[in-house]
């Protein structure tokens, strides 16, 4: 049973447009990640969170940005989708470094 | 940096049988976490096993276990009667110990494992 909740699961969305992915957790965990899935299923971070207030940006760069004002809540949005932003994004979170993340289901988007 | 990599990119066992998936890491750190973790096909993906640097025991969760090799940078995962319910992509993953490296995870590039009956 997942903690950590993704919505929505499936998108497809015109060129242009401004969409928000939702990533929320109920486990109280201040750090939180997203990570971009290509189509070889390679992960890559883009954004993270170690706690309210708190983002910095990944190691690839992303045209999407994040914000953190509840501890539950790290939703990621690209104020306009391309086709070039098709992909799986994974979120996650973590309760300290000496264990692993949790994930969610992930969202994987159509940009058209 | 650190660095994962996970040399093989699809690994093929027959029910019951045993596969072992390689994973290699680069670090100048002495203190660290190390991880598999298994992304079945269109479903989340899950913490299968960890290892914790700083242990020589390896880590073994049932039928998960892990060969770990800290002199030579290696993390192996072994699965041992391979089920069906097994076939995924697997992701071994490295963590550093201190907190500002903000706890991220850095991913190899996968292994595919595909179970045959």
């Known amino acids: 049973e997942a903690d950590i909740y993704q919505t929505p699961r499936y998108l497809v969305i015109g060129t242009g447009k401004k969409i928000t992915l939702e990533c929320s957790q109920t486990?109280?965990?201040?750090?939180m990640y997203w990570y971009q899935q290509d189509p070889g299923m390679e992960l890559h971070l883009i954004h993270y969170?170690?706690?309210?207030?708190?983002?910095e940006k990944g190691d690839l760069s992303s045209e999407s940005t994040v914000s953190r004002i509840r501890t539950e809540h790290f939703p990621l949005t690209l104020e306009s989708a391309r086709p070039s932003h098709t992909s799986q994004y994974l979120c996650a979170s973590s309760i300290s470094e000496s264990y692993g993340y949790t994930f969610g289901s992930g969202t994987r988007l159509t940009v058209v | 940096a650190q660095t994962v990599t996970q040399s093989q990119p699809e690994m093929s066992v027959q029910e019951a049988e045993t596969v072992t998936l390689s994973c290699t890491y680069d670090?100048?750190?002495?203190?660290?976490?190390l991880f598999w973790y298994k992304q079945p096909p269109s479903r989340q993906m899950i913490l299968v096993i960890r290892q914790e640097a700083y242990k020589q025991q390896n880590a073994t969760e049932n039928r998960f276990s892990v060969n770990f090799q800290k002199a030579a940078k290696s993390f192996s995962l072994k699965i041992s009667d391979s089920q069906l319910g097994d076939a995924a992509m697997y992701f071994c993953?490295?963590?550093?110990?201190?907190?500002?490296?903000?706890?991220?995870?850095?991913f190899g590039a996968g292994t595919q494992v595909v179970v045959t009956p």
């Open positions: 486990m109280g965990h201040d750090k």
């Open positions: 993953a490295y963590r550093s110990r201190p907190t500002d490296s903000w706890g991220k995870l850095q």
């Open positions: 969170s170690y706690g309210v207030n708190s983002t």
């Open positions: 670090t100048s750190e002495s203190d660290y976490y």
